[in-house]
């Protein structure tokens, strides 16, 4: 049985009414407003095994030196991604120098 354009557009005209009610936990309701994003967002690499192994490495000399017992993959590209995007008001001349290195590096990689 097929729908009439009047059934269709009162269909419509009562889910678009239904759309600002009130729903628990539903987030902001106001049109144009977005909600905040709480949760992380999870980002998974597959690393070849020689860049893991330089990356273990050096993981390994790092908490040596900082005194901990490990020093986990995520914290070290939770830091380079600051520095990478001057957070924290890390060194400009460093993030600079960052920045045009991943490039470069990402040029050769990318072509």
């Known amino acids: 049985m097929s729908e009439s354009a009047k059934d269709r557009e009162e ?11 009130e729903r628990p936990g ?3 309701t106001t049109r144009g ?12 690499v ?9 990356l273990d490495n050096w993981s390994l000399a790092a908490r040596t030196e900082l005194d901990v017992p490990r020093v986990p993959a995520a ?4 830091v ?6 001057n957070v924290k008001g890390s060194n400009p001349q460093l993030r600079e120098l960052l920045q045009e290195a991943v490039m470069e590096d990402l040029r050769d990689t990318l072509r």
């Open 33 to 44: 407003e977005t909600a905040q994003r709480t949760k992380p967002i999870r980002l998974s």
């Open 11 to 21: 269909r419509m005209q009562r889910a678009a009414a239904g759309k600002g009610r």
């Open 75 to 78: 914290a070290v590209v939770r």
């Open 46 to 54: 597959d690393l070849d095994p020689p860049l893991h192994y330089r």
């Open 26 to 28: 539903a987030g902001p």
């Open 80 to 85: 380079l991604i600051n520095r990478l995007t």
